[in-house]
């Protein structure tokens, strides 16, 4: 009995040795095929992420260019000079900001709020990048983009009212326009990362 118990296990071990190998072989070759496939990913990612940097470098360009311009335009002749300018009874002057630069900053806060609110409503948002391409948002990362361009829209808004108020209150403006640059960049930047790490897709 014992001896047949043993042929019984030799036979056994003969035919599932071959069955362990190709086990084996198969395990190693998923455990490559997992390797290549995160590389893969790895290589999309990285990417997407250039593509990410491209499109914030973009919007950073954008924004500086814009700004520069103003700078410019409101150091230039048609800014009304200081001796020129309306003061008030206790000898305050208020800012004046030409009708050019009013005009761009009304058209441009209620383009920002019309594309965001159409976007979001599509649920779909295409954001160009300097190199020709661009990248669509969807999800999440739309309505993070969407909060941005309000603070962006509400920063336009508070030059044209600096204009007409009268009040000696430039220190409100100027902490309302840091508050509003600072959230619109930080959402600008979580929306690209829920974008990129495909957050609330």
């Not at 250039?50 to 500086?64: R, T």
Request: aromatic share 8%; charged share 20%.
């Amino acid at each position: 009995m014992s001896s047949l118990f043993i042929l019984l296990f030799i036979i056994a071990a003969i035919v599932s040795a071959p069955l362990l190998i190709v086990m084996l072989v198969v395990k190693l070759t998923e455990s490559e095929n997992k390797k290549r496939a995160l590389e893969k990913k790895a290589e999309e990612a990285k990417l997407a992420a250039v593509k990410v940097v491209e499109s914030v470098q973009l919007a950073g360009s954008v924004a500086y260019d814009d700004l520069s311009n103003r700078n410019s335009e409101l150091s230039d002749a048609d800014v009304m000079p200081k001796d020129q300018q309306p003061t008030t009874s206790n000898g305050y002057t208020p800012n004046h900001i030409p009708t050019k630069v009013r005009i761009e900053s009304i058209v441009l806060s209620l383009f920002l709020i019309g594309y965001g609110a159409v976007s979001w409503y599509l649920d779909e948002m295409f954001l160009p990048a300097k190199s020709g391409g661009g990248i669509v948002i969807h999800g999440l990362a739309l309505k993070l983009m969407f909060c941005a361009m309000i603070c962006a829209a509400l920063n336009l808004a508070a030059v044209v009212l600096d204009h007409y108020d009268q009040r000696n209150n430039e220190r409100h403006y100027i902490i309302f326009s840091k508050v509003t640059r600072f959230l619109g960049w930080t959402l600008l930047f979580l929306a690209l990362a829920a974008d990129l790490f495909n957050v609330g897709n």
